[in-house]
């Protein structure tokens, strides 16, 4: 295709595809948590000792969300894309100056975290935020600590 010729923009995730992805999440890890309730049981746990243990539980199923934006490169990748999604991840890392391979690990990070969604449109890959998903899990965050405060 001539350079002077653009490429018909794909159609980013629709919101039932972004909302059917947090919901799949969320379901997942709702099951892990039940997992660990019936360890916390079959264990003999209780008291302190059960708290610990599901404490340890949740912050195995957190750990991956909250490492994806402990990286200041990571949460502009997040910040620019909840601006202007869906963007192309070339386009992505030119914008942010960084470089394709350094912008694919970044990216792999946040798509296993769940943080974004990635779509493929011909030779095109596009992103966008996974903006349920990520509000649930920091308002389970949020929860947490409140918890914690009591």
């Known amino acids: 295709m001539p350079r002077s010729q653009t490429a018909p923009q794909a159609p980013a995730p629709s919101a039932l595809q972004l909302q059917s ?17 019936q360890q916390v049981k079959t264990q003999g746990l209780s008291g302190r000792e059960a708290q610990t243990f599901l404490l340890a539980r949740w912050v195995e199923r957190v750990n991956p969300f909250l490492r994806a934006l402990a990286d200041k490169t990571r949460l502009s990748i997040v ?43 011909g030779v095109r890959t596009l992103c966008s935020v996974n903006g349920p998903y990520v509000a649930w899990r920091l308002q389970q965050v949020a929860q947490h600590l409140g918890e914690d405060r009591q």
């Open 21 to 37: 992805a947090a919901d799949s999440a969320v379901a997942a890890d709702q099951a892990e948590a039940e997992v660990a309730r």
């Open 79 to 121: 910040g620019v894309l909840a601006e202007r999604e869906p963007m192309e991840v070339g386009v992505l890392a030119k914008e942010l100056k960084v470089r394709s391979s350094t912008m694919s690990q970044h990216l792999a990070i946040l798509r296993d975290a769940r943080v974004i969604v990635m779509t493929k449109a």
